[in-house]
């Protein structure tokens, strides 16, 4: 949250009105965000990104139940001032269902159709966290079957740098493309998703984030994720001080960052496995469109995930969290690598012929 604000400040600083609107922006849905403060004794309002030097204007409102009106509005309002940074939120990642004609016409498609760019931003809460089919998933896999041409930008950020870098990226392109933005939920209070100051101030997006603590060497299994999932992962892989499994973080899911995952491929030489991991079911999530863009690659790709589902979460607390240790468990088991296979096959094959 707090890189968010960063983010907006800076722009303000650098003459870009920044406008934001959704149910609950203000305080923020997980009350995380704090942009506007209410005095108890008055119920005056004080606004900290209103008292930067700048003639910039900081637009917040809390909207109105009706995401079909206002994400159309956005949209339009972000189509006339391609100079502002134009924001809609929804307040849990699912309720873009009720604009999903404004994704599907303009968001989506508006530049083919129409040779029209539009800079909006659309922040969409994401992550499972037990609390049910209506708040976990922000339907990763509907945007992600409309990525095409390089017509929107998809991402899942797991680090306040990376989210401030690619909110400011917007604007310091010299085109316009809409950004949708998978956010966190528990990451926004959990103690490692946490960036130095100079990953702000030198740093860039990173699109993929490499493993920093496995062992090139000695990795066998490459896993895959982005979002939240991967400090799950962490948890495991640190607790258990696997070297053998790395664990590499897909930031920017479209356009896909198809040559530095090459480079992941090359760089693990000796992993016999690369495996798309996520939380979402499996005929949902990422894994749809990953399963697709590299069947016909070199890097040929697995999955861990629910299994397939109509619903998109459980609504059992305890069965949520079953599904999730055994998706945590099952990334770690290590199967026998293809080349100890092959060479079993090869010493069976000999010992069926002396046999003979």
């Not at 873009?96 to 989506?108: C, K, L, M, W």
């Not at 690369?274 to 069947?295: L, S």
Request: hydrophobic share 35%; proline share 4%.
């Amino acid at each position: 949250a707090m890189g968010e604000l960063l983010a907006y400040g800076t722009l303000l600083k650098e003459g870009h009105p920044v406008r934001l609107s959704g149910e609950d922006v203000k305080r923020g849905t997980f009350s995380h965000r704090h942009a506007v403060l209410t005095l108890v004794d008055s119920e005056d309002e004080y606004t900290p990104l209103d008292t930067l030097d700048t003639e910039a204007k900081f637009s917040i409102y809390n909207s109105l139940l009706s995401e079909y009106g206002v994400l159309g509005f956005e949209y339009g309002y972000a189509l006339a001032n391609p100079n502002a940074l134009t924001i809609w939120e929804a307040q849990f990642g699912d309720f873009f269902n009720g604009a999903q004609i404004i994704v599907d016409q303009y968001v989506a498609s508006a530049e083919t159709k129409w040779q029209r760019g539009n800079g909006l931003v659309m922040l969409l809460p994401h992550g499972y966290e037990g609390q049910g089919p209506e708040h976990s998933s922000a339907r990763i896999e509907r945007f992600m079957e409309l990525c095409a041409d390089d017509n929107i930008q998809v991402v899942n950020c797991t680090t306040p740098a990376n989210f401030f870098h690619v909110l400011r990226r917007q604007l310091h392109r010299d085109f316009r493309k809409p950004l949708i933005v998978f956010t966190p939920k528990s990451l926004l209070r959990a103690p490692k998703c946490v960036s130095p100051l100079e990953e702000f101030t030198e740093g860039k997006f990173q699109k993929v984030i490499d493993d920093t603590y496995a062992d090139a060497k000695k990795v066998k299994r490459v896993l895959f994720c982005s979002g939240k999932l991967y400090y799950e992962l962490l948890d495991k892989q640190q607790a258990d001080q696997r070297k053998d499994v790395a664990i590499v973080r897909v930031e920017q899911l479209y356009p896909t960052p198809d040559q530095q995952l090459m480079k992941i491929k090359a760089k693990y030489n000796k992993a016999d496995e690369f495996i798309w991991t996520q939380e979402e079911p499996e005929n949902m999530g990422a894994w749809p469109y990953m399963c697709r863009k590299f069947r016909k690659s070199e890097l040929q790709l697995d999955v861990i995930s629910r299994n397939e589902g109509s619903s998109t979460a459980t609504g059992f607390a305890k069965q949520h969290q079953a599904q999730q240790q055994h998706i945590i468990a099952k990334a770690f088991e290590i199967a026998e690598g293809k080349a100890t296979k092959d060479k079993k096959k090869a010493a069976e094959k000999v010992a069926n012929v002396a046999a003979e």
